[in-house]
């Protein structure tokens, strides 16, 4: 049950790599890097007596490409390149390695470029993330090369809707048995007509605490409320409060409304992708 990392070739998509190979580290989880080729676009001027042929050339050099960078980067991983199927697309393929390989995660970059209405993230990241039924873990534009650590902090946000709610129990049994050390992240926002701050900040705080029943009980779970500054979004004050956490991940839930909407909304975690220094893991709303 490996993480799935995918990358297209280009240096952007490579960024995920550092990143996905300690997240599976904390989980003591085996890494796998796949590209999928399409020979229609990807064969070009390859020479072969057919297409399949020449396809299968260029899947060579190829493998051969990632296995060098792996070991330039002293990663161990199985690698694969895998040619679409008929009528595939890319994002159907990978969605289809992951389930093959029964992958826990799928690792990529977002390559997003601009907002798409709610979402920011390039297509085939966003078609992966709306098909995988698994996390996925994005590394966006801001992101940072990964620090060596012992502690593996993941900053988990939640804004208190049943989605929401369902995504910390799947990442407090993803984590379950690992080195991960969780910590319950929200962020609140003053907005006309709340009660006295500290009463609002109080009843975050306690939304998070009733999340500590989907851990064992020796999980030393910690939870941390930040108050947005001046005119700061959610999305800045989660990123700025995992970065203050040392965390090495923030994970959320795609979607969520709720009264408790403040602490994260729904595009809040398109927000977080598109200003963090850090990968998020992102599981799809049910």
Known sequence: MPVLVAIDGSEASWAVLPHANRFAQALGLPLSVVRVLNP??????????????AADSVAARWDSEITERLKSRDITANTRVEIVGRKESISDAIVRLGEEAGAEAIAMNSRGTGTIRHVFLGSTALAVLGKAGR?????????????????????????????????????????????????????????????????????????????????????????RIFE??????????????????????????????????????????????????????????E
């Open 135 to 223: 996390p996925v873990l994005l590394t966006g534009p801001g992101i940072e090369p990964s620090l060596a650590s012992d502690a593996y902090r993941v900053a988990i946000t939640s804004d208190g809707s049943p989605a929401a709610t369902a995504g910390v129990a799947a990442f407090a049994a993803l984590f379950a048995g690992t080195s991960v050390e969780p910590i319950l992240v929200g962020a609140y926002s003053r907005a006309i007509g709340d009660d006295e701050p500290m009463r609002e900040m109080g009843r975050a705080r306690a939304h998070l605490e009733e999340l500590r029943a989907h851990f064992a009980d020796d999980v030393p779970l910690q939870t």
């Open 40 to 53: 229609l676009l990807d064969v070009g001027d390859e020479f072969g007596p057919s297409i399949s042929d």
């Open 228 to 285: 947005c500054e001046g005119n700061e979004s959610t999305s800045h004050a989660i990123v700025r409060g995992a970065n203050e956490l040392e965390a090495s991940l923030i994970a959320m839930s795609t979607h969520g409304h709720s009264a408790l909407r403040r602490i994260v909304a729904g595009s809040t975690a398109m927000g977080v992708l598109k200003q963090s220094t850090l990968p998020v893991l992102l599981v799809p709303a």
